[in-house]
C-alpha cells in the first residue's frame, strides 16, 4: 500500500487502463463464438488430372456468442495448386431443399500451426449459440498427381501417387469424419491403411473416425493407373477485338503440354494405329474446344501452317471444335497452335442503364478439361473508348495498354487480364464497360474518303499540267 500510494497520479491510470483491457479481453475470450463439426463427409474424385473435392460440414456453434464464420485449412503443399474454392449452405428441408452460394476468401492467421492456410467462409445468417448449419464445399487442385514411374515406354500403362491426409484438416474439433476416395478404374497398386479402411471395386473409403482433436493429420498415399490425358496449356494469350461495325474477332494462341509420365524409348506409329487399346494409353490425338453458338470464319494452324485435320460441329446453343495436332502427345511432348473464329457483336455487346456499353464473354480456356498454367485475355476495345472497366467474379490481375491497327490514330485502349491456375470451373461470365462517342465510328470511313480525295485531286492535276519541255 505504501508503493501504491507513493506513485505519480499518471502511473496510477496507466496501471488501471491495463486492468481494465485485460478484463475485457478476457470478457471477450470467454464469450467468443467457438464452433465443432458435428458430421464431416468429404469425396475426392482423382479420375482425372483434376482432382475434384466435395466437402459436406454440419457444424455447431458451441460458445454464447453468435458466429458469422467457418473457418478452412489447408496444408501449404496444397494450397499452391488450390484453383477454387466455393461453399454454399444449405436451406430447407427435403423436397424443399435450397443452396445460398457463401463468400469464400483466404485469410492470414499468424497462429496457424505448421505453415496452414486459412480460408473463411462467411455466413449469410449468424449461427447463433446451440444452432447447426449444413455446409456444402467444394474445391480443385490441380498438378497434384505425381507420376511413378516417372517414365514409360509406349506400351506400359501410366501410373500415379496421390498424397493427403485420411483425416481432414480442421481448426475444431470433429466428432465423425468419412473420406471416399474415387479412382478412375480398380487398378490400384497399393494404398495406406489407416484403420478403418474399406476399398470395394474404383473407391477406398477412410473412416468413419470419430472424435478426433483440431488439427488432426493422418498422411496417406494412393498409387493407382490413371490413363487420363494430362492437358495442361502452360500458356493461353486470347485476344479479343471488338468492332462496332458488328463483328467479334477471336484468336487464341496456345502452348499445349502433356503433363503425365514422359514418354521414353522410340514413338511407333504402326503399333499406335493397330494397338489404339494398350499402345499410347494416356496419349492423346485430339481435343475439344467449346466455342460459343453463331461462330464463323474459324480457323485452326500450327508453326508449320494451315491443318486441316478438324471438325466443326455447329449447334444452336454451343458449337464444338475438334481439332488435331499433326501428332499424338506423349507424356512431356508439347505443341504449339493457334485458334481463331469470328462473332456476331450483338450477341456480347450490351448497353447498361447509364449509357456504357459492356462486353460480355467468357473467362476461362475453351479446350474441355485443360488446366491452363497462365492465361492472359486482351480485349482491343474501339479506338475512342473510354474508362474501361472489368468485372470479373474471382480475383484476376489487370492492366492498360495500348495497341495500333490500320488507320488508327490515337490507338486501341486494351484491358488485360491474367490469372494463374485456371480451371473449367472459371468458364463463368465477364464484363468489361466502357464508354464511347459515337463520332469516332466516322473517324475511317472519313478517313477513306479524305484519302481518295486527295488521290483523285491528285489525278486531275497530273493531268492538267504540262510538265514537256519547250524551244522558247
Known amino acids: 500500500m505504501v508503493v501504491f500510494a507513493a506513485m505519480t497520479g499518471a502511473t496510477k491510470t496507466l496501471i488501471a487502463l491495463s486492468i481494465l483491457s485485460f478484463l475485457f479481453i478476457l470478457s471477450n475470450s470467454s464469450s467468443s463464438p467457438e464452433i465443432q463439426v458435428l458430421n464431416a463427409e468429404r469425396r475426392i474424385d482423382l479420375t482425372s488430372h483434376i482432382i475434384k473435392v466435395y466437402l459436406t460440414l454440419k457444424v455447431e456453434n458451441i460458445g454464447t456468442a453468435s458466429a458469422s464464420e467457418v473457418l478452412l485449412a489447408f496444408p501449404p503443399t496444397q494450397v499452391d495448386h488450390l484453383a477454387v474454392v466455393k461453399a454454399q449452405a444449405e436451406a430447407g428441408k427435403r423436397k424443399k431443399k435450397t443452396y445460398v452460394p457463401l463468400d469464400v476468401k483466404p485469410t492470414e492467421r499468424p497462429d496457424a500451426p505448421n505453415g496452414a492456410k486459412y480460408f473463411t467462409i462467411y455466413l449469410v445468417n449468424p449461427l447463433k449459440s446451440g444452432e447447426t448449419a449444413t455446409l456444402e464445399v467444394f474445391y480443385i487442385f490441380t498438378h497434384s498427381l505425381e507420376p511413378f514411374p516417372a517414365e514409360i515406354s509406349q506400351s506400359e500403362p501410366q501410373l500415379v501417387y496421390y498424397r493427403d491426409s485420411a483425416i481432414i484438416l480442421s481448426p475444431y474439433h470433429i466428432k465423425k469424419q468419412t473420406t471416399f476416395i474415387k479412382t478412375p478404374s480398380a487398378k490400384v497398386e497399393s494404398f495406406t491403411r489407416v484403420e478403418p479402411t474399406n476399398r470395394a471395386n474404383t473407391e477406398v473409403k477412410y473412416g468413419p473416425y470419430e472424435d478426433r482433436p483440431p488439427y488432426s493429420f493422418s498422411p496417406i498415399i494412393i498409387h493407382f493407373q490413371n490413363n487420363n490425358p494430362f492437358a495442361v496449356v502452360e500458356e493461353l494469350v486470347r485476344e479479343v477485338e471488338l468492332s462496332h461495325w458488328g463483328n467479334l474477332q477471336i484468336t487464341e494462341h496456345y502452348k499445349l503440354v502433356h503433363a503425365g509420365a514422359r514418354h521414353k524409348g522410340v514413338f511407333s506409329r504402326v503399333e499406335y494405329q493397330s494397338r489404339p487399346g494398350s499402345s499410347g494409353a494416356s496419349s492423346f ?46 507424356g512431356g511432348w508439347k505443341s504449339t497452335f493457334v485458334i481463331g473464329y469470328g462473332l456476331p457483336l450483338q450477341d456480347f455487346l450490351f448497353e447498361s442503364p447509364d449509357g456504357k456499353r459492356y462486353l460480355n464473354f467468357s473467362f476461362g480456356c475453351p479446350l474441355v478439361e485443360t488446366v491452363v498454367d497462365k492465361l492472359t485475355i486482351k480485349i482491343v476495345l474501339p479506338e475512342g473508348s473510354k474508362d474501361p472497366l472489368a468485372v470479373v467474379p474471382f480475383p484476376v490481375e489487370q492492366h492498360l495498354e495500348k495497341k495500333y491497327t490500320y ?23 465477364f464484363q468489361v464497360y466502357y464508354t464511347f462517342n459515337q463520332i469516332f465510328m466516322l473517324a475511317e470511313p472519313l478517313m477513306l474518303v479524305s484519302v481518295f480525295f486527295f488521290f483523285f485531286i491528285a489525278c486531275v492535276a497530273y493531268l492538267h499540267i504540262d510538265l514537256s519541255l519547250h524551244k522558247q
Open 407 to 429: 488507320l488508327d490514330i490515337v490507338g486501341r485502349t486494351v484491358v488485360v487480364l491474367e490469372k494463374k491456375n485456371v480451371v473449367p470451373e472459371h468458364n463463368t461470365s
Open 285 to 330: 490425338k485430339n481435343l475439344i474446344a467449346r466455342l460459343p453458338p453463331r461462330v464463323h470464319s474459324v480457323y485452326y494452324r500450327d508453326e508449320i501452317g494451315n491443318i486441316s485435320t478438324s471438325h466443326l460441329r455447329l449447334e444452336y446453343k454451343k458449337s464444338e471444335l475438334e481439332i488435331e495436332p499433326r501428332y499424338p502427345l506423349f
